[in-house]
């Protein structure tokens, strides 16, 4: 597995898309310490400082109904993956939120690109608040971290490699 | 099956299609048929589909809404140009021209909801 780091990037799901096209190979991760212009669906844009983690991964050739599948797995991976480190109870908000106690944390957003009838490539983007002190106002009733909900740091880089490690396990049942 | 062949610097788009006897190769658009029961001597060339004047349906792939069209009705498009994107299940799926052609026909809206195998789109 191939993890590119940036320290500032536009969206990690672009820069995925655009490594793809030029045919970086699947499974090869894009990692950002933070992100210009994070976004969910439809263009939401999701607050993405310094602290949190934000990834996505290129998925190997699949049909469009396993990458949905992946996209639902992922919530579910990233639940179990934060419950088991910091002993934190996440609930997935279906398809693709994770919450603690009610707010928000991590959202993940698939993109496929379909030239005709056929998928050519997928990636999927996940954004986790790890490490964030606070939100701006608009999002302080809903929008929580890893960080404020233990009190304590978190290392981002661990974190990744489980989840990327259980995505990967997760794919092959597909 | 699609292939990408770099010789001497130069880069191939090979598809290669299966039916029955007959094999389809698409080197770069152009379409060489072989009968796999007769072998090479009954090669025939003909030119890709792209380029004839037939009508194509663009249609969804998945169930979802439309999210944004980015093409209209008339306008003359490229290969790989980016047509509309479909919102499903929190996937969004970018949906790309294969061909070059010229936009017939949209038949939906931004919001829209579709079914998969709905026409989305017509080429001509």
């Known amino acids: 597995m191939k993890i590119i780091e940036f320290e500032t990037i536009s969206s990690t799901n672009e820069k995925a898309k655009e490594l793809a096209i030029n045919g970086t190979l699947p499974w090869t991760v894009i990692v950002s310490e933070k992100q210009e212009i994070g976004h969910g669906t439809k263009g939401a844009s999701w607050f993405s400082p310094k602290g949190g983690l934000y990834f996505s991964v290129i998925l190997p050739q699949n049909n469009i109904h396993d990458s949905q599948t992946i996209t639902i797995l992922a919530a579910s991976i990233v639940a179990k993956t934060i419950k088991e480190m910091f002993n934190l109870e996440p609930m997935i908000k279906m398809p693709n939120d994770v919450l603690i106690n009610g707010k928000k944390f991590c959202g993940i957003l698939t993109e496929n690109i379909i030239i005709g009838d056929k998928l050519k490539l997928s990636v999927i983007g996940v954004g986790i608040d790890t490490n964030i002190d606070e939100f701006p106002e608009e999002l302080k009733n809903i929008a929580t971290s890893v960080k404020i909900e233990t009190n304590k740091e978190v290392n981002n880089k661990l974190i990744l490699n489980k989840i990327i490690e259980k995505i990967k396990n997760q794919f092959k049942t597909l | ?124």
């Not at chain 2, 190769?25 to 030119?47: A, C, L, P, Q, R």
């Open chain 2, 1 to 124: 099956m699609e292939l990408k062949i770099n010789i001497k610097g130069k880069e191939y788009i090979v598809n290669v299609e299966e039916n029955g006897n007959e094999v389809k190769v698409i080197v770069n658009g152009k379409k060489h048929v072989f009968n796999s029961s007769t072998g090479i001597e009954d090669i025939s060339f003909s030119h890709s589909p792209s380029n004839n004047n037939h009508s194509k349906e663009i249609k969804a792939s998945i169930a979802g809404i439309v999210s944004d069209i980015s093409v209209k009705q008339g306008e003359n498009i490229k290969a790989h140009q980016k047509l509309l994107t479909l919102s499903a299940m929190k996937m969004e799926n970018e949906i790309y021209s294969e061909t070059n052609g010229k936009i017939k026909k949209v038949l939906v809206k931004v919001n829209d909801k579709v079914k998969e195998g709905d026409i989305l789109i017509i080429l001509e």
